[in-house]
Structures are given as C-alpha cells and as structure tokens.
C-alpha cells in the first residue's frame, strides 16, 4: 500500500482518559501493557501515515465526536474492552460501522460469537469441527456434573479473554472440585461459567490474515519444558503473562516440531474454514490442542489478537516473510477493502 492515510489509533486506557489524550509518557516508556501501541502506532509513522490517537474507557462521545471531527480514512482498532468489561469489545465495531468509517480487524458479528465460548463451540461443532465437550453453567442455577463431560475437565470463565480466570486450580478430576471449582467463578468474578474436557496433546497457535482470501501462517506451539511429568500442561493466565513463572517452569512460545505427515494442512484447513464460519475478518488466531491420536480439538477462537512484535501473530507472520511494517499496511489494506466491498 503506497497511500499515505489518515489513521486513528484507538485503544483501552486503564480509566478515564486525560482530557488532552497525552499518553506521550505512556508510549515512550517500555511498560509492558504498553507494547502493542507503541509498536503499532511507531510502525505506522514509519511508513508514513498520519496519526492521531484515542483512549477510551466509558465515554462513547468521546469516540463519537473524534470520527466526525477529523477526518480519518480508517481506524485501527486495538481497544479490547469497554468499562473493563472483554464483552464489550463486540460495540465498538458497531459504532465504526454506524459512523461509516473503516476500522481494523474484526466485525461486530465474529467478536460477538467468539466472545461466547459456548456459542462458538455450537458453531464449531455444527460445522464438523471438533471442539472439547462442554457445559454452561448460569450463575445462579444449580451446579452439578454432567456425566457427558469426562474428567478431567477444566472450568473456564464463560465471556474472558487471554486465559483471565485460568489456573491450575481449573483443572479438575472429580465431581467436588468440578463443582467447587464453578461455584468459585461465579462467586469471585461474578461470571457465567464453561466447563469442558481436557484434551490431552500439543498445544498449537495458527494466525490467520484475511477477508476471504486467507493466509495461514506458520503455527506456533506452547512449550512446558520444566514442567513435571504428571501435571498437566494448561495455558493458564500465569503461563500466558507472567515472566517468572514462565522462567521457573520453562514455558515458552515457539515455532512448531515438526508435525505428522499431512497434519498441518489439515490444520490449515481446519483454521480456514473455522475462520469463515465464526465470521471473523482481519485477523485471527486459533489455540488448538492436537492429541496423541492426531486428532485435532479447536480449544478458543481469538478474533483480534495482540499485535505486538514479538507476540505470536507477529511472529508468525515473520517467518512467512511478511515484515512488521507489511503486516500492519496490510491490515489497513483489508480494512479499507472490507467496507468498499460492503
């Protein structure tokens, strides 16, 4: 893409943001929560875009009077919550989509159906692609467990993102901790609650980048590589974001061992099709787990996942020869083609 655009980075702040939207402190530091902005919006500089950016947090006016104020070509969607709340995340799309101006990564429509991992499990499932058997459980309702779903079995958050309310503790293997377990979810976080089983195997991250033309990346794999034997290897919230937890057991994100003979294009194929059925756009990813029988089980649907450098969508792009600054002109290009195409 040679054209040089108007760009509007919006993205979460912690609370109400500064009334003069100064984040100069926040993106010229190194603070972790801060990596994905400060990459995305340096990146776009560098390749000569302007830019303007917007935190939000529970003002939609603010949004509101940005869009019509200035004349953006496009927004670049990086907010992931509204009010603190993941899912909100499915309303700021609509709002683009009714201001008419193009926006970054996924619609209303796939956030809406990933967000629910019920949902998009029935969605899965319907379509001839395997997921964990699982169990909602409302809160308020009776808990109990249902034969169907074998131990063990983990108990997830029903609406969260980015392994919140996953630990070790998910993990359960008999009826009192399975029941103790969700009563502790809807208790403590005030959450709908899934319970699914534990499928034992590798676990695999598979980006994908497109509209309806899609590209599959090379996969990446989670590592327990001090872990012991016997316990089981789950991506919890700790092992996803927490640096010495990861060290003192050895858990890393790398690219793949290689996979059995013709695995990974029927993975590929698998992602692709899940990719259009859950109705994601932009950008996705999907955390797989693939058993010792070679069977494949879609564990969570990831529409927008972060885009930092050195975070696995980033990644694996790289190693299919899309630079960072590629990757990012091309998520604009697909933004701008998607709502031209509408």
Same mark, same amino acid.
């Given at each position: 893409?040679?054209?040089? %655009? ?37 990146? %776009?500089?560098?390749?000569? !875009? ?17 869009? &019509? #104020?200035?004349?953006? !070509? ?20 609509? %709002? ?30 319907? !379509? ?27 108990? #997830? ?57 899609? #590209?599959?990346?090379?996969? *990446? ?21 927490? &640096?010495?937890? *990861? ?24 992602? #692709? ?11 996705? *990813?999907?955390?797989? *787990? ?53």
């Amino acid at each position: 893409m040679n054209r040089k %655009l108007e760009v509007l980075v919006m993205f979460d702040s912690a609370g109400s943001p500064p009334a003069d939207q100064d984040f100069s402190k926040e993106l010229q530091g190194k603070d972790e929560d801060w990596l994905t902005e400060i990459d995305v919006i340096e990146t %776009l500089k560098q390749l000569g !875009h302007s830019v303007r950016i917007l935190g939000v947090y529970d003002d939609v006016s603010i949004i509101v009077d940005e869009i &019509k #104020k200035n004349k953006h !070509h496009v927004v670049f969607n990086l907010a992931e919550v509204f009010l603190g709340k993941a899912h909100f995340d499915k309303n700021i799309p609509s %709002l683009f989509e009714m201001l008419e101006i193009p926006y970054t990564g996924c619609g209303t429509e796939g956030l809406m159906v990933c967000n629910d991992k019920a949902m998009s499990k029935k969605i899965l499932a319907f !379509h001839k692609i395997k997921v964990p058997r699982f169990h909602v459980f409302r809160k308020g309702r009776r808990v109990w467990h249902p034969k169907r779903v074998r131990f063990p079995a983990i108990i #997830k958050p029903l609406k969260e993102d980015a392994s919140t309310g996953i630990s070790q503790a998910s993990f359960v293997e008999n009826a009192s901790d399975f029941c103790n377990r969700i009563k502790f979810i809807h208790e403590s976080l005030n959450m709908d609650v899934i319970a699914e089983e534990y499928i034992d195997g590798r676990e695999l991250y598979v980006s994908v980048l497109g509209n309806q033309n899609l #590209k599959v990346f090379p996969m *990446r794999e989670l590592k327990f590589t001090q872990a012991p034997s016997d316990e089981p290897k789950i991506a919890t919230y700790k092992a996803k974001w927490d &640096k010495k937890y *990861r060290e003192k057991w050895g858990i890393m994100n790398v690219f793949a061992d290689p996979l059995p003979d013709g695995i990974e294009n029927k993975i590929a194929n698998i992602c #692709k099709k899940a990719y259009k059925v859950l109705r994601i756009q932009g950008y996705g *990813r999907f955390d797989l *787990r693939l058993s010792p029988q070679n069977e494949i089980f879609i564990i969570e649907a990831n529409p927008n996942p972060i885009l930092k450098k050195d975070e696995d969508f980033a990644q694996s792009a790289e190693k299919n020869g899309l630079n960072y600054g590629d990757l990012i002109n091309k998520i604009l290009q697909l933004a701008l083609t998607r709502v031209t195409a509408e």
